[in-house]
């Protein structure tokens, strides 16, 4: 039987006044055989092609989703290798040699109401008036495998809720529960009006296991958002080709990230929205330590900064008025001087380099923990300057224990999230390229390359259209270096 975890998150694609449809699960990559031989309506024996992976008590998906005769049927007998199966005599209709046999995991949906955004759910009443008879699974209508998808109209009393939700069930387990969709149906800028309109227009529909499958079309939506994101322009400031940054992308951050003691590098992780670039200050607008404004700098001036400059952590917790202290590596530092802990100067007079041990220590006036930094040849104070390398925003000097608690706040081009279901909105504003973009890829999926060169340069067209009248805050990434000759490189 399967578990939650096995089974799909549903997807409501639609919901009209009463009507809520749903649609099927993706079966494309289920375990899937073909009928030997013909059976019968009512039929109980059934011959297939292999009938490895099947079991007693598998559900069988008999044709094609989509098709009107295609039904399930119930293995009711324990399986030998081989071609025989016996099912249950619930089937309505005959089937011919070679229609398609799939082993199903979702049978039912459940449908609910709420009255907020992934508030508690409430399973809709009439759902659960159909109990238990033949295959109808209690608190559940059935997937209508004869249909694109399967619609359920709720009576008078299960239209009150703000949002509705749905979960596949096999009759035992649920699956996780799909997006919360308000009543008054999809938002306007939900992926899933592109998807019917491209679907529409090249004159296809979307089958569960077939050329234009929806886990196709939630890829190449995808797709669409990495083109367009991802889309490189000849920067109308200098002249050269970079990766555009659009003005949806725009994004801040005030207080994700703040400074801690004596440390220069953050995390780009720790930002409320992932960045576009975590390689270069590409994609940062500006950048300010508490009120100060930051000025952007290569990270090769950053290395200049930090040349002679040694770095490394505290290895054991360290006492007030300690003699000696350990740490992780001090083959760097020298052999007797001073270096830095939090607010402490401290002093020492030998460095055992083998076991990390400075001895003769002098100034240890507080307690630090394991992993604090220690540092030598640089004094903490104020930043003023950053770079980002590596995922990772580095400052120009250490913080000081004065500007401890102070926050690094953003301006920057976010990353945007990827579309993991249908209901799904976009923020890219130019949507209506999506249809483009799909028209394109159905007609190639479907053969027709010579239909989908001419739609693709469509897409390329109101793509750069769009490109040319979009613009964007010039990023702190924008000028690293200045040649005399006038070049400059990013």
Not at 14 to 40: C, E, F, M
Not at 293 to 302: T, V
Request: hydrophobic share 35%; net charge negative.
């Amino acid at each position: 039987m399967a578990t939650a975890k096995l089974l799909q998150k549903p997807s409501i694609i639609n919901i009209t006044g009463s009507t809520i449809r749903v649609a099927h699960p993706d079966i494309s990559g289920y375990t899937k055989t073909y009928l030997r031989a013909a059976i019968a309506a009512a039929g109980v024996t059934a011959s297939v092609a292999d009938n490895n992976s099947l079991a007693d008590n598998d559900w069988l998906l008999v044709g094609e989703a989509g098709d009107q005769k295609t039904e399930t049927t119930d293995i009711n007998g324990a399986v030998t290798h081989g071609t025989a199966l016996t099912v249950t005599n619930i089937l309505k209709f005959g089937h011919d040699i070679d229609t398609p046999v799939t082993k199903i995991l979702e049978r039912g949906i459940a449908i609910y109401g709420a009255a907020t955004d992934g508030g508690a759910l409430t399973l809709i009443a009439s759902v659960d008036a159909l109990t238990a008879s033949a295959p109808q699974l209690a608190d559940a209508t059935m997937i209508r495998w004869e249909n694109e998808y399967t619609e359920y109209t709720m009576i008078s009393t299960d239209t009150s809720y703000a949002y509705y939700a749905v979960k596949f069930t096999d009759g035992t387990t649920l699956s996780s529960v799909s997006d919360y969709i308000l009543a008054t149906g999809l938002a306007s800028t939900a992926i899933q009006h592109q998807v019917d309109s491209a679907v529409e227009m090249a004159n296809e529909s979307i089958t569960a296991d077939g050329n234009v499958t929806r886990e196709f079309l939630l890829k190449q939506c995808n797709k669409w958002q990495d083109a367009v994101t991802q889309y490189v322009a000849i920067d109308r400031r200098d002249g050269l080709p970079k990766v555009k940054n659009w003005p949806f992308e725009e994004t801040s951050d005030d207080s994700s990230i703040t400074a801690t003691e004596n440390e220069n590098e953050y995390a780009l992780s720790g930002l409320s929205d992932t960045i576009k670039f975590d390689d270069s200050n590409q994609a940062v607008i500006s950048m300010r330590f508490g009120s100060g404004i930051l000025d952007a700098i290569s990270p090769f001036e950053m290395d200049e900064l930090y040349e002679g400059v040694s770095r490394t952590t505290v290895k054991t917790a360290i006492t007030a008025a300690d003699v000696s202290i350990v740490l992780n590596s001090t083959y760097e530092l020298n052999e007797s001087g001073t270096v830095i802990v939090g607010a402490d100067t401290i002093t020492y007079t030998g460095n055992t380099e083998s076991t990390g041990t400075l001895t003769g220590c002098t100034g240890v006036d507080n307690g630090h923990s394991a992993g604090a930094a220690v540092w030598q040849d640089i004094n903490p104070g104020l930043p003023t300057q950053y770079t980002i390398f590596n995922g990772k925003i580095i400052l120009d000097k250490p913080v000081d224990t004065d500007y401890v608690g102070y926050a690094i706040k953003m301006k920057y081009y976010k990353k945007l999230s990827a579309f993991a279901d249908f209901s799904d909105t976009t923020v890219i504003p130019f949507y209506n390229t999506l249809e483009t973009w799909l028209r394109a890829r159905i007609e190639s999926r479907k053969g027709n390359e010579d239909i989908a060169v001419g739609i693709r340069k469509s897409f390329h067209t109101e793509l750069s259209t769009n490109a040319s009248s979009n613009f964007s805050p010039l990023t702190d990434g924008s000028d690293y270096y200045k040649f005399s000759n006038g070049e400059t490189i990013n």
